[in-house]
């Protein structure tokens, strides 16, 4: 079970963030956190119920973000 996926949009490999954060919201992940400091995707590019963060952030940002998803 995966209870929260905090993730960049650009990562290694050849799915990016935001197709890893499809397959967690299949699985029912409870809080996904999708981030970047180069892209700014619309809602309609993340799953339902995930939250978009640009970079740079600090540390209650984050807090709040996913005290307000739990």
Known sequence: DVDLL???????GTT???GVAYLAHETQA???VVTSGRHAPGDDQL?????FLEKPFD?????????RAA
């Open 6 to 12: 905090f993730t960049d949009i650009d990562i290694p």
């Open 59 to 67: 540390d209650q940002v984050v807090k709040r973000t996913i005290g």
């Open 47 to 51: 799953p339902p119920g995930a939250f």
């Open 16 to 18: 990016d963030g935001i």
């Open 30 to 32: 409870a809080v996904i």
